[in-house]
């Protein structure tokens, strides 16, 4: 069976899980290996909800919030973006790729292009092939 | 700890999400989940009978617990939130998980999407499991109402509400009031005087005792929430402290500058100009060339800046019928000129339209059709032994033949696009813009004047370009919705809001730096972090940067979200096993 990676994905409420509703009633087709999990603000995005995706068998891990200057909230995008440097050195520092987790900006008219994000980014995970961290940590508890 | 008892419903939507996902699969399967009592599939869960199928099993099998899968969240959460309140339970024990817009839509595969909806479906289950009843908050509305834009549509707002004895603030960007009706002629399809209508409007919101207008004045920026804004006006050098309890957006469009497409030569050949200038020469009663001659010919190009991947690709929709009311104003002010309609499509939906079209078409007007993707007419000075000024060089689509248009005076139907300082307004009142910067409404159809900001309601143009009447008719339903909340006196709020549990709060005051809102004190007698729930709005942010865990996030609670993602992984994973 060909390898079909597992990706989540979060998106903030405002902008790009409007963006992704957009996709929807557009009928845009995207890949399937894409799960959204809705947070009122990318603000809201923990390092541990990251974390937690790929230990439980994530392989890969997809940020979207509003563009710079437009988030409903003012600027929970930028504290997303700051985490996000910042979890991008500790997943390297873990040995997972940093390439597995990505943050981009949609806003709630990007239908498309939050359709083309989610396979340029299926096809990215599928060529990194599977995360081992979950096989890792089960290995060592 | 009460026994968790679930019921999981799964949406066909008619065949929206049953033609691309196995909805009868999805609830076999989710039924054996731990703690689910009943899963079932129904046509339309929310319909009358698909809402009292939940209400009755809630009370038949003593649920407490509610997962729909479905449409999108921002379109139905609210109402099931209702039928669950409706059965006595409370409207937070209950999660969406969104299988058409996000999976039956987007996906070709059946067994793929068949796949993802149940794990969309176990994630829903799994948070619901950490979900906890929160009590309703509610906010008093102040009854003043804050309209920004002084054109037909804000016009049309401030009077409704000011007849109802409501405060009004009407804020205009420039001095005169009126916006763009009050620099056109005549209305279509019935050519009423736009004037009469309008400065009769004018009139009235000037010496309304219940309006207050600030002329030549920009919103800065707004503070609050619905019921509760604030915004400091400046004015002639004056600053007033304005409080209201909501907005009306109605900043209106303005008119397409055609001075960058070469083909028209707009601005280099002094009698070509635009529907809004043609207009101003209507209003001064003569219709002559710059030379001060009246026009044997008059050409008037249509699609000026819309439907056109150079400029703007969305239709207008005004210009058709306002080029036939030109004909028909030309036609009797000069009754022996030559009027060429050079189009792309003639659009003449809506009332009364179609039949001005037909009349108009029967006044000797020569329609001419050309490519408005690929090949637009070009307007070029005629030569001296012409007997025009200028001759239009068109591909003719219908007759398929290369013609000539002799042309004294031509009329670019210009389109109309976004304010200028459009971003600047949508972030001071805290509204998304879709494409083309128009403002966004709350739902294209189930909610077009509301926003996603609770108490901003946006109207007229400035949503998107349309008709008076459309304008008119949106200014209406805002203030009918507005002062629905007066009349209540107060509106029911998100109770996402944040918490403290000062037992482990550290006092490092990270929160309070991060809070977009200064939502968050700090007690310094305790040395811990208070939110102030009228102020927060829930973003959660002060939640994740919380570094010992003291700050929950209502409704998005760390738990919730992490047993989310645990239970869409596992499912997910289990699938892929087979």
Known sequence: MTYEPTIIAFLCN???????????????????????????????????????????????????????????????????????HLLQKYLTQMG????????????????????????????????????????????LT | ???????????????????????????????????????????????????????????????????????????????????????????????????????????????????????LVAAAINRIKWHESLDKRTVSINPSTLVIGGGIAGITAALELADTGSQVFLVEKERKLG???????????????????????????EHHPNIRIFRNTVIDEIFGYIGNFNSTIGQNGTEAELKFGNIIVATGLKSFDPSGIKNYGYGKLPDV???????????????????????????????????NSDEHEYC?????????????????????????????????????????????????????????????????????????????????KLSGERIEIPADLVILMVGLEAQDDAKELARSVGISMCGNSFFMEKHPKLDPVATTTSGVYVVGNCQAPKEIPDAISQAKAATARIMATIKQGEVEVEVITAEVNEDICCGCKTCIQVCPYTAITFDENNSVSVVNEAICKGCGTCGSACPTGAIRSRHFTDNQILSQIKGLMSKSLELNEL
């Open chain 1, 14 to 84: 405002w902008c790009s899980y409007t963006g992704a509703d957009l996709a929807g009633t557009s009928r845009m087709k995207y890949a399937s290996n894409i799960n959204i999990i809705r947070v009122m603000c990318s603000g809201r995005i923990e390092p541990m909800f990251v974390l937690s995706a790929f230990r439980e068998g994530a392989d890969g891990v997809l940020i979207c919030g509003c563009h710079p200057g437009d988030c409903h909230y003012h600027e929970g995008n930028y504290k997303c973006l700051r985490r996000f």
């Open chain 1, 96 to 139: 997972l790729n940093e390439e597995r987790m990505r943050l981009e900006w949609i806003s709630a008219s990007e239908g498309k292009q939050f359709a083309e994000l989610a396979d340029d980014f299926t096809e990215k995970i599928r060529s990194l092939g599977p995360c081992k961290l979950k096989e890792t940590a089960e290995t």
């Open chain 2, 1 to 119: 700890m009460e026994e968790i008892r679930i019921g999981v419903y799964i949406c066909w939507c008619g065949t929206n999400i049953a033609k691309m996902v196995d909805v009868e699969d999805v609830a076999r399967e989710l039924s054996e989940m731990p703690d689910v009592v009943i899963a079932k599939d129904y046509k339309y869960m929310c319909s009358d009978p698909g809402q009292d199928l939940i209400i009755k099993d809630i009370k038949k099998h003593n649920l407490n617990r509610i997962v729909v899968s479905a449409c999108s969240p921002r379109i139905h959460e609210l109402t099931f939130r209702r039928t669950l309140e409706n059965a006595g339970l409370n409207p937070y024990m209950f999660q969406m998980a969104n299988i058409r817009e996000q999976v039956s839509w987007v996906h070709d595969d059946r067994i793929k999407a068949t796949k993802k909806a149940k794990a």
């Open chain 2, 179 to 205: 916006g763009n009706m009050a620099k056109i002629d005549l209305t279509f399809p019935y050519l009423n005087s736009a004037q009469q209508i309008i400065n009769e409007k004018i009139d009235r919101i």
């Open chain 2, 273 to 307: 100009i635009t529907s809004l200038e043609f207009e101003q020469m209507l209003l001064n009663g003569k219709i002559l060339t710059k030379e001060g001659k009246e026009p044997a010919n008059v050409a008037i190009i249509h699609c000026v800046g819309s439907r």
């Open chain 2, 316 to 396: 207008s929709r005004t210009c058709c019928m306002s080029a036939l009311k030109y004909a028909n104003q030309l036609r009797s002010a000069i009754p022996e000129v030559n009027i060429y309609q050079a189009y792309a499509d003639m659009r003449a939906f809506g009332k009364g339209c179609e039949e001005l079209y037909c009349s108009t078409s029967r006044k000797d007007v020569m329609f001419l059709m050309f490519d408005q993707q690929k090949d637009l007419p070009v307007i070029m000075e005629a030569k001296a032994d012409d007997s025009c000024k200028m001759v239009i060089e068109m591909n003719e």
